[in-house]
């Protein structure tokens, strides 16, 4: 990783530029093999992760200096990571049919309900149920099923990594590599309280496609002079797909074996919608053509989400326990990239080292993403942008102190359209009324109504000096402008929208200017020894021109009144400053360790695009009466964590220690590695409680949050983790064999990662007296109009069902009572409350605030 003042060859770049390299065929046939899992520890621990890598390569027959490799990964993880504690917490799913209840009604018609079979899958089973009958027992031994401890139902994701190479080298130094990359990542989400409506059930497919040609030619090498250079093509695609899944597909990937899943998720509502979306579907939002394609479902309010009764293993009323409907988001995007870059490196004599060079990108980007019944807060978009750069940069090396000058040119060109007035398209009175089926009125109603990007441009300076001040300390300072382009989905939202569909608290990107970042660091490196290093850096980073939506003022196109509307500045800047800590010691030929400290203080007055609308856009000013206006200066961010220790400790024992001995043979090619951190909390801004609900950190105040100090005034708890890795090594034939252990979190530490932000607590009462006490109310309401309720509130569900207005409610609430109760078919204060607790410390408890918990993995590696 490559901090400080970045080389002018580099774009985009804020903070560092973190280096890899891949692996190349060697001159002989040379492979390996490993694997890894959590599967031996339990449930409690384990989340299914499996992982399988394997790796080939070697030099083509009959063809001098022409090298061939290639890998595969397959990594499967039957549930997401979830925190501590999260083990003991029971959630359920649906498994099957329990029951159909008939309703007769007056008019002698009968419906039937289907009451859901619901089991337990987190936590630990025999805590819910009891002997007292058939009923009570089923649900005492859950059905039969296996609970699952840590993991979510449906909760699943499988990675896929293939990559391959060609390699030629030539005369001194010189090669040419082509490399081919292609990976999926499949996932399901666990459906949390949807586990009634399958309809529901969500999932996402990403795949990315990468070609890369590389040509590094040494023109020339002396004594003093060289030149050489290096020409990178690249050819990359990233497709995506996320929403509601397709019914046969839901059910055939469930509950994949280790977590891998070879099938192809399809997902329902997209059946012929254009993937990617293509300009047509663009034109039909911006015209909004009745006869086009803009949403799937568009309008088809019969699959509006619903809950019908008591159908939910709480036996609640209300809480969003849907048993019907498919009111989902789903995202489709497509991002192809044709990147190219050529650097010349020209030692030109024992003085200068220059560098030259330009590079350049072309993106076709096809985004879409939407609720599948409403426009409302949609995204949609075909766009070709560009992005261009020059550089050049002079080393001059005058012995002890060496002095690098350099200058970057970019350019970028959104290559989109913005309306003239945001949130007005085919809304703006400009526009042709047959701009959906004549293309010359729809180009003419572009040209009036919509306004083209223009290119942006930007000189970015770098300087670089390091000098020795003794034999064993050195000096270097960098100062640097670096510029980022604009993120697509944060500059082009809302552009096609109108707000005839969505309203103003819907965003609307602008053709805004780079972002920019002004950096200045130096530092100091001694050494007190061989084995003793310390390194102390200080920094300051200003950024200028941060990404931030603002409310502003814009004429109504058509009623000529004044409309505040969210869009996109260059609006926020800020600054960060700190010092950087490291010492390195070599403790001996078999130890090695290294501890580092960071002081930082961040500010800036947006922790990122959306925090002023986040926060206090909704708050009204006491001194003016009108909306807070945003900040004219730099607070705390989101992110500002003030102090960060990080350390790590290498021990090893080669091959021949004590050779000869019992010890050596048992302890040779035995490494074991510590890392640890311990870091301050992050910050957050505590609110008025009114029992909303908002969590932190990165808050949104939501529709009625009011702050309670001055933003982000109160910090988060310490959090601390130590990693341990211990592996041993052993040959057999011409086999080296690895196997190892992986230890997350060894001492099990409790780390607060959360809280809410009305109470600064991982508990809040009222919010919790107000999601629970309504159900209360509810229940002891029906209870009484079917004359079941009692003197001391206990509901009688032993006199029959015949009383209640919903049959199927009555049936729900003995298996409630069953389930959180003794099953004597009285359903007491205490089981509502035991019935109702589990529901919200299910989905509002302390453990969703908690991280992660030790979590073990073991595995092999073989090479040959």
Same mark, same amino acid.
């Given at each position: 990783?490559?901090?400080?003042?970045?080389?002018?060859?580099?774009?985009?770049?804020?903070?560092?530029?973190?280096?890899?390299?891949?692996?190349?065929?060697?001159?002989?046939?040379?492979?390996?093999?490993?694997?890894?899992?959590?599967?031996?520890?339990?449930?409690?621990?384990?989340?299914?992760?499996?992982?399988? $890598?394997?790796?080939?390569?070697?030099?083509?027959?009959?063809?001098?200096?022409?090298?061939?490799?290639?890998?595969?990964?397959?990594?499967?993880?039957?549930?997401?990571?979830?925190?501590?504690?999260?083990?003991?917490?029971?959630?359920?799913?649906?498994?099957?049919?329990?029951?159909?209840?008939?309703?007769?009604?007056?008019?002698?018609?009968?419906?039937?309900?289907? @009451?859901?079979?619901?089991?337990?899958?987190?936590?630990?089973?025999?805590?819910?149920?009891?002997?007292?009958?058939? @009923?009570?027992?089923?649900?005492?031994?859950?059905?039969?099923?296996?609970?699952?401890?840590?993991?979510?139902?449906?909760?699943?994701?499988?990675?896929?990594?293939?990559?391959?190479?060609?390699?030629?080298?030539?005369?001194?130094?010189?090669?040419?590599?082509?490399?081919?990359?292609?990976?999926?990542?499949?996932?399901?989400?666990?459906?949390?309280?949807?586990?009634?409506?399958?309809?529901?059930?969500?999932?996402?497919?990403?795949?990315?496609?990468?070609?890369?040609?590389?040509?590094?030619?040494?023109?020339?090498?002396?004594? $003093?002079?060289?030149?050489?250079?290096?020409?990178?093509?690249?050819?990359?695609?990233?497709?995506?797909?996320?929403?509601?899944?397709?019914?046969?597909?839901?059910?055939?990937?469930?509950?994949?074996?280790?977590?891998?899943?070879?099938?192809?998720?399809?997902?329902?509502?997209? $059946?012929?919608?254009?993937?990617?979306?293509?300009?047509?579907?663009?034109?039909?939002?911006?015209?909004?053509?009745?006869?086009?394609?803009?949403?799937?479902?568009?309008?088809? +309010?019969?699959?509006? !989400?619903?809950?019908?009764?008591?159908?939910?293993?709480?036996?609640?009323?209300?809480?969003? +326990?849907?048993?019907? %409907?498919?009111?989902?988001?789903?995202?489709?995007?497509?991002?192809?990239?044709?990147?190219?870059?050529?650097?010349?490196?020209?030692?030109?004599?024992?003085?200068?080292?220059?560098?030259?060079?330009?590079?350049?990108?072309?993106?076709?980007?096809?985004?879409?993403?939407?609720?599948?019944?409403?426009?409302?807060?949609?995204?949609?978009?075909?766009?070709?942008?560009?992005?261009?750069?020059? #550089?050049?940069?002079?080393?001059?090396?005058?012995?002890?102190?060496?002095?690098?000058?350099?200058?970057?040119?970019?350019?970028?060109?959104?290559?989109?359209?913005?309306?003239?007035?945001?949130? +007005?398209?085919?809304?703006?009175?400009?526009?042709?009324?047959?701009?959906?089926?004549?293309?010359?009125?729809?180009?003419?109603?572009?040209?009036?109504?919509?306004?083209?990007?223009?290119?942006?441009?930007?000189?970015?300076?770098?300087?670089?000096?390091?000098?020795?001040?003794?034999?064993?300390? %050195?000096?270097?300072?960098?100062?640097?402008?670096?510029?980022?382009?604009?993120?697509?989905?944060?500059?082009?939202?809302?552009?096609?929208?109108?707000?005839? #569909?969505?309203?103003?608290?819907?965003?609307?990107?602008?053709?805004?200017?780079?972002?920019?970042?002004?950096?200045?660091?130096?530092?100091?490196?001694?050494?007190?020894?061989?084995?003793?290093?310390?390194?102390?850096?200080?920094?300051?980073?200003?950024?200028?021109?941060?990404?931030?939506?603002?409310?502003?003022?814009?004429?109504?196109?058509?009623?000529?009144?004044?409309?505040?509307?969210?869009?996109?500045?260059?609006?926020?800047? %800020?600054?960060?400053?700190?010092?950087?800590?490291?010492?390195?010691?070599?403790?001996?030929?078999?130890?090695?360790?290294?501890?580092?400290?960071?002081?930082?203080?961040?500010?800036?007055?947006?922790?990122?695009?959306?925090?002023?609308?986040?926060?206090?856009?909704?708050?009204?000013?006491?001194?003016?009466?009108?909306?807070?206006?945003?900040?004219?200066?730099?607070?705390?961010?989101?992110?500002?964590?003030?102090?960060?220790?990080?350390?790590?400790?290498?021990?090893?024992?080669?091959?021949?220690?004590?050779?000869?001995?019992?010890?050596?043979?048992?302890?040779?090619?035995?490494?074991?590695?510590?890392?640890?951190?311990?870091?301050?909390?992050?910050?957050?801004?505590?609110?008025?409680?009114?029992?909303?609900?908002?969590?932190?950190?990165?808050?949104?105040?939501?529709?009625?949050?009011?702050?309670?100090?001055?933003?982000?005034?109160?910090?988060?708890?310490?959090?601390?983790?130590?990693?341990?890795?211990?592996?041993?090594?052993?040959?057999? %034939?011409?086999?080296?064999?690895?196997?190892?252990?992986?230890?997350?979190?060894? +001492?099990?530490?409790?780390?607060?990662?959360?809280?809410?932000?009305?109470?600064?607590?991982?508990?809040?009462?009222?919010?919790?007296?107000?999601?629970?006490?309504?159900?209360?109310?509810?229940?002891?309401?029906?209870?009484?109009?079917? !004359?079941?309720?009692?003197?001391?509130?206990?509901?009688?569900?032993?006199?029959?069902?015949?009383?209640?207005?919903?049959?199927?409610?009555?049936?729900?609430?003995?298996?409630? $009572?069953?389930?959180?109760?003794?099953?004597?078919?009285?359903?007491?204060?205490?089981?509502? !409350?035991?019935?109702?607790?589990?529901?919200?410390?299910?989905?509002?408890?302390?453990?969703?605030?908690?991280?992660?918990?030790?979590?073990?993995?073991?595995?092999?590696?073989?090479?040959?």
């Amino acid at each position: 990783v490559t901090t400080g003042a970045l080389g002018v060859e580099f774009s985009d770049a804020q903070s560092g530029v973190i280096s890899y390299t891949t692996k190349a065929g060697s001159e002989k046939i040379t492979g390996s093999v490993s694997s890894e899992t959590d599967e031996p520890f339990g449930n409690s621990m384990s989340v299914g992760f499996n992982r399988f $890598e394997g790796s080939l390569g070697g030099p083509v027959p009959n063809v001098k200096n022409l090298r061939w490799f290639g890998s595969a990964v397959v990594q499967g993880q039957s549930s997401d990571f979830r925190g501590k504690d999260a083990d003991t917490v029971p959630v359920f799913i649906v498994a099957g049919i329990d029951a159909v209840v008939p309703d007769t009604a007056a008019d002698g018609n009968v419906t039937q309900t289907v @009451l859901p079979r619901f089991v337990q899958y987190s936590g630990q089973c025999g805590r819910f149920g009891s002997a007292a009958n058939p @009923l009570a027992q089923a649900i005492q031994s859950n059905y039969g099923f296996d609970c699952q401890g840590r993991r979510l139902a449906m909760n699943w994701s499988t990675l896929i990594q293939l990559q391959g190479n060609l390699q030629y080298t030539y005369g001194s130094g010189s090669s040419v590599r082509l490399t081919g990359v292609a990976n999926g990542n499949q996932q399901r989400f666990n459906p949390g309280r949807n586990i009634a409506d399958p309809a529901l059930f969500q999932g996402q497919h990403t795949w990315q496609r990468l070609g890369v040609l590389n040509w590094n030619h040494q023109v020339t090498r002396s004594a $003093e002079r060289a030149l050489s250079l290096n020409l990178n093509l690249s050819w990359a695609r990233d497709r995506s797909v996320a929403g509601a899944l397709d019914p046969t597909s839901d059910i055939e990937t469930r509950d994949p074996m280790g977590g891998i899943e070879f099938k192809t998720l399809r997902f329902a509502g997209f $059946e012929g919608f254009p993937f990617p979306i293509t300009d047509q579907v663009v034109r039909d939002i911006r015209t909004n053509n009745p006869a086009g394609l803009r949403v799937p479902l568009l309008n088809r +309010f019969d699959l509006r !989400n619903a809950q019908s009764g008591r159908l939910n293993p709480y036996g609640l009323q209300s809480g969003a +326990f849907y048993t019907a %409907g498919m009111s989902v988001t789903g995202t489709l995007l497509s991002e192809t990239r044709y990147i190219g870059r050529l650097v010349v490196d020209w030692q030109a004599n024992r003085y200068h080292r220059f560098t030259l060079g330009g590079d350049a990108k072309k993106t076709d980007l096809a985004y879409w993403s939407s609720n599948l019944l409403a426009q409302i807060f949609m995204d949609a978009y075909v766009v070709h942008p560009v992005q261009y750069g020059l #550089f050049a940069a002079d080393r001059l090396d005058l012995g002890d102190v060496v002095l690098e000058l350099g200058l970057r040119w970019d350019y970028y060109d959104s290559k989109a359209l913005f309306s003239n007035t945001p949130g +007005f398209t085919f809304g703006d009175p400009l526009w042709s009324p047959n701009a959906a089926t004549n293309t010359a009125a729809y180009d003419s109603s572009l040209a009036r109504v919509f306004t083209p990007s223009v290119g942006h441009r930007a000189l970015s300076p770098r300087l670089r000096v390091s000098f020795p001040v003794t034999e064993k300390t %050195g000096f270097r300072l960098s100062y640097s402008h670096q510029v980022q382009s604009p993120e697509f989905t944060t500059l082009l939202s809302g552009t096609n929208n109108d707000l005839s #569909f969505t309203n103003t608290n819907d965003t609307f990107g602008r053709d805004v200017r780079f972002g920019k970042t002004i950096l200045f660091e130096f530092g100091v490196r001694h050494a007190f020894s061989q084995d003793l290093v310390l390194d102390v850096s200080a920094y300051n980073k200003d950024k200028v021109s941060d990404l931030a939506y603002r409310i502003l003022p814009f004429t109504d196109p058509k009623t000529g009144a004044t409309t505040s509307i969210n869009v996109l500045t260059n609006g926020d800047f %800020g600054n960060s400053k700190g010092v950087d800590f490291k010492l390195d010691y070599r403790l001996s030929n078999y130890v090695n360790a290294s501890i580092a400290y960071t002081f930082q203080v961040s500010k800036n007055t947006g922790s990122d695009p959306f925090t002023y609308l986040n926060t206090f856009a909704r708050q009204v000013s006491g001194l003016t009466g009108d909306r807070t206006l945003p900040p004219e200066q730099a607070q705390r961010t989101d992110d500002d964590r003030t102090h960060n220790i990080v350390g790590a400790l290498a021990f090893t024992l080669p091959d021949g220690w004590k050779k000869g001995t019992a010890l050596g043979q048992l302890g040779r090619n035995v490494s074991a590695f510590v890392t640890f951190y311990a870091r301050s909390g992050l910050p957050y801004t505590l609110l008025v409680n009114n029992g909303d609900g908002q969590t932190v950190p990165h808050l949104s105040f939501g529709l009625g949050g009011r702050a309670a100090e001055n933003l982000n005034a109160s910090i988060l708890p310490w959090t601390r983790n130590v990693d341990v890795r211990v592996n041993k090594g052993f040959r057999v %034939g011409r086999f080296d064999w690895t196997v190892y252990a992986d230890i997350r979190n060894i +001492f099990n530490f409790k780390n607060i990662d959360g809280v809410y932000a009305e109470t600064g607590d991982v508990t809040n009462a009222l919010l919790k007296d107000k999601t629970l006490s309504p159900e209360l109310q509810n229940l002891q309401s029906q209870a009484t109009q079917a !004359n079941a309720l009692t003197a001391d509130g206990s509901i009688d569900l032993t006199l029959g069902c015949g009383s209640w207005g919903i049959k199927a409610d009555c049936e729900s609430l003995k298996r409630v $009572e069953a389930r959180f109760g003794d099953g004597d078919g009285i359903y007491t204060k205490t089981e509502q !409350n035991r019935a109702l607790d589990a529901f919200y410390n299910a989905f509002y408890g302390p453990q969703r605030f908690n991280g992660q918990p030790r979590h073990i993995r073991v595995g092999f590696e073989l090479n040959f």
